[in-house]
């Protein structure tokens, strides 16, 4: 049903335009650029032109403290903020040697799992959108509210949280976000199944998406792609398993991998994921140590010994890695950021070559971009 | 009640431009209302008791803004396709019997005219589209004409279906073969034709694709082609198209509901009147919206190939059917 090798290339007798999709276009959900060679509606070349929300993140980390710099990797992917910050302390704390206490690290893995839910319920309910589907985006961010409360109780935000501190967090959770944790967990697994019914199993989302876009894993390694990308692939690599981390080795949790590499395949590992985030949320919970939430001996100004400290963390979309470069003063002397969206889409141009426009389209959100990520 | 026929006309005029004028600005209304519901939030509330107002703030809202003629595109076809888009439909009502008596153009060849009619559709769309000068549009238009032709060619067979076990062209004689219990409805009729039920909804699928609505809206696939063939349109050029789709809608049920569900016959085979055909149209319209809001949007081949693989051979399949069984009955 999909063309194959299709269209000619060079020959004169055939009319290419370039179509302008962005940096304002529905499709790309923020100010994405992606400047399309086609013709008729068949893709040649997609170049994504990235840069319109560039903030310098890495450079910013160069002028200001640890402390003050924590904030900004909240900013960066902002569906999964707590993932972010995480990668942050957690190369600090590499280089400071402490010693995070049990609770503050179960309670980082319980709030990012919740963050990863309301990011990959967003991601869900705008990718329907992007297929025509008005409805589910509705549900989706229904769902995500609950989250958001909850998380907003702890942190005093929605969005953007900068709960993780350098040696803990910010400050303990109480009972209440205990039980509205568990009944988020009871709430949300007959929400799954309903999604699946209703969703999943369309037979126009089927036809939609099966076949698709395929990425191998040779493609994804080429690129540097993480996260849903490769795992669709086949490719079992999840950096809470391959750099264990935190509490991760603790928790009990299969990697969801799919063989086929389209769309649907990407579709399907990240629907799993939610089921398996809600189950790393209850082990976590019914593990829940007491104790401090912050370690002692946290230095009042942080200066990291000079050297390299890196911490890598799977974010929502992929491998978040941020690596700290130290001459030892109270300012880094380098902040490395690696982002997983920039590398996704970076396959684009490649994976989308003679794909029909909706199919190309279809293809960018199932990649799960977030722009500030790509550009940050 | 008769009146002398110059005055009955403008009676029928005027009813009709009306009929459509409230229609379609309260469709506007069961939309967002009826998305709403589909998707656990109110809707719209504010404007009026029940939101009802919002129609009307809406489109006083288009009427105040500007109505933009982009720089190099041809000012007159852009001008022209929004009153093109819009007659059609109000034309096509004519000749729909609402009951017995209520009927503004009572005659032999209606269906020939309400199809004739429905084509020029197709046309306008694709006309502004193509005036627009906009590549989006332009891609829409492409796209529109597609899928009309595809879509208009198994409509059509399973109306000559119809056509042929009634063997008229007048709507009302249509409705009239269509007396007695709902079973006599020729959605039902599996005497006549053993795939009765079929046809009906191939009518229906082809009726949801010929109008642009979801998930067949290629035409204004929003989250590919931002708004495909409306892209440059604003202010009342962009009303008329908005209206225009829902005066599509209400024709397409319309037809839908006199081919197949029995117009004003009432399914008890008593107190048959406008009430019943009325009912029934709101169902199918109903049924519309609700299809918009729980689907995603097809893919663009597979739409052509459920026209071309599915819906074209099975239609003919009915029709060849449908003639034997009326060749040995």
């Known amino acids: 049903m999909i063309p194959k090798e299709p269209l000619p290339s060079t020959d004169s007798s055939h009319e290419t335009f370039v179509l302008n999709i962005g940096p304002q276009h529905p499709a790309t959900h923020g100010v994405l650029r992606v400047k399309v060679k086609m013709e008729g509606e068949y893709v040649l070349r997609a170049e994504p032109v990235v840069g319109y929300i560039h903030r310098m993140q890495e450079k910013m980390g160069e002028n200001r403290t640890y402390n003050q710099f924590l904030p900004n990797t909240s900013r960066m992917d902002y569906l999964s903020a707590l993932i972010y910050s995480h990668a942050f302390v957690g190369a600090v704390e590499r280089g400071l040697k402490l010693q995070v206490p049990p609770r503050a690290e179960y309670i980082r893995v319980i709030t990012s799992e919740l963050n990863r839910i309301s990011s990959h319920l967003v991601w869900w309910g705008a990718f329907l959108l992007d297929l025509g589907g008005f409805t589910p985006m509705l549900y989706a961010f229904d769902d995500r509210e609950k989250i958001l409360d909850l998380l907003e109780a702890i942190t005093g935000s929605r969005l953007t949280y900068s709960y993780f501190r350098i040696g803990g967090l910010c400050n303990d959770v109480d009972d209440e976000f205990v039980s509205g944790a568990r009944a988020f967990v009871k709430h949300m697994r007959p929400r799954l199944k309903m999604y699946r019914a209703l969703v999943t199993d369309n037979i126009i989302l089927r036809k939609r998406l099966e076949g698709i876009g395929p990425i191998d894993a040779e493609m994804c390694r080429k690129y540097g792609a993480t996260g849903q990308v490769i795992r669709a692939a086949g490719v079992p690599y999840d950096v809470r398993r ?11 949790f299969v990697v969801p991998t799919c063989k086929e590499g389209d769309s649907m395949s990407r579709y399907i590992v990240h629907m799993e994921e939610l089921a398996q985030s809600l189950r790393i949320i209850e082990q976590g919970l019914d593990k829940l140590p ?10 009042r100004v942080i200066k990291l010994p000079a050297g390299d400290y890196c911490h890598a963390v799977e974010a929502a979309r992929g491998r978040f890695l941020v690596r700290i470069t130290s001459d030892g003063k109270d300012f880094p002397y380098r902040v490395k950021l690696r982002t997983p969206c920039l590398s996704n889409l970076s396959l684009f141009e490649e994976a989308s070559r003679g794909m029909l426009l909706a199919d190309a389209l279809a293809l960018m959100g199932s990649l799960d971009l977030v722009i500030p990520d790509i550009d940050r | 009640m008769s009146l002398p026929e110059p005055f009955r006309l403008a009676a029928f005029v005027l009813g009709i431009l009306s009929f459509v004028g409230l229609n379609a600005a309260y469709l506007v209304w069961v939309e967002p209302n009826g998305a709403g519901r589909f998707q656990r939030r109110p809707g719209p509330t504010e404007a009026g008791p029940a939101g009802l107002l919002q129609p009307i703030a809406d489109a006083l809202k288009l009427m105040s803004k500007q109505l933009i003629v982009p720089p190099g595109v041809d000012a007159t076809l852009f001008r022209t396709a929004p009153v093109l888009v819009m007659i059609p439909a109000l034309v096509g009502l004519a000749v729909i019997p609402f009951s017995e008596k209520l009927v503004a153009l009572d005659v032999n060849f209606g269906l020939l005219l309400v199809f004739a009619l429905g084509s020029i559709n197709v046309i306008a769309v694709m006309l502004a589209a193509w005036s627009s000068r906009n590549k989006y549009a332009i891609i829409a238009a492409a796209r529109v004409v597609s899928q009309n032709i595809a879509y208009e060619i198994p409509m059509l067979l399973v109306v000559i279906t119809v056509i042929l076990s009634s063997g008229t062209l007048n709507l009302n004689e249509i409705v009239r073969q269509q007396e007695g219990w709902f079973w006599n409805w020729n959605a039902f009729k599996v005497w006549v034709n053993p795939l009765a039920p079929f046809t009906f909804l191939i009518f229906f699928t082809c ?43 209400l024709l397409g049920c319309a037809i839908g509901t006199v081919l197949f569900l029995g117009g004003w016959q009432s399914p008890i085979g008593m107190f048959s009147g406008a009430i019943w055909f009325l009912l029934k149209m709101y169902f199918l319209v109903f049924t519309v919206v609700w299809i918009r809001w729980t689907f995603p949007r097809t893919q663009f081949y597979g739409l052509l190939n459920l026209s071309w693989k599915i819906l074209i051979p099975v239609s003919l399949f009915t029709l060849l059917l449908s003639s034997a069984m009326l060749k040995l009955l």
């Open chain 1, 242 to 252: 391959a750099e264990p981390y935190s509490v991760y080795p603790e928790m009990d």
């Open chain 1, 290 to 299: 007491s104790g401090p939430v912050m370690a002692e001996k946290v230095p």
């Open chain 2, 207 to 249: 009726m949801l694709a010929e109008t642009n609505r979801a998930p067949f809206d290629m035409a204004e696939a929003e989250s590919e082609l931002v708004a495909g063939a409306y892209t440059e349109y604003s202010s009342m050029g962009f009303g008329v198209f908005f209206m225009a789709e829902y005066a599509n809608i």
